[in-house]
């Protein structure tokens, strides 16, 4: 039996070009802060945020589905793994929002003064 070896080198350019692409766009939005996005509100954060949310979650699952070869293997293992690195994402976003929103309205409303 003999095995033939293909190349993958058109998938690893693709693969490069996707991620560097989101990364730039990431980068420009981080530079320039549209004022549209930035100072539009949506669930309690401004939409600037959720796009860099939504875009690592992209960039983190498509990581996962091209170097761990998770497009190849069966619906119910891929589900196996990603649910609960989502639930973990959404949870731990659910605490830093949270929590943030508590430790910022006390430091507003006290006494307490920002010593950082």
Do not use: C, Q
Not at 26 to 31: D, F, K
Not at 47 to 62: C, D, E, G, P, Q
């Amino acid at each position: 039996m003999s095995h033939e070896h293909v190349s993958n080198t058109k998938r690893i350019w693709f693969v490069f070009a996707l991620l560097s692409v989101v990364t730039t766009v990431e980068v420009i939005l981080g530079i320039y802060k549209p004022h549209s996005l930035e100072f539009t509100h949506f669930i309690g954060l401004n939409l600037l945020n959720w796009i860099f949310y939504i875009l690592t979650i992209f960039k983190a699952y498509y990581i996962v589905w091209a170097f761990m070869h998770m497009e190849g293997e069966k619906s119910s293992l891929r589900w196996s793994v990603v649910s609960p690195v989502i639930f973990l994402v959404l949870y731990l976003l659910f605490i830093l929002l949270t929590e943030g929103h508590y430790i910022y309205g006390v430091f507003k409303d006290s006494t307490i003064k920002w010593n950082f």
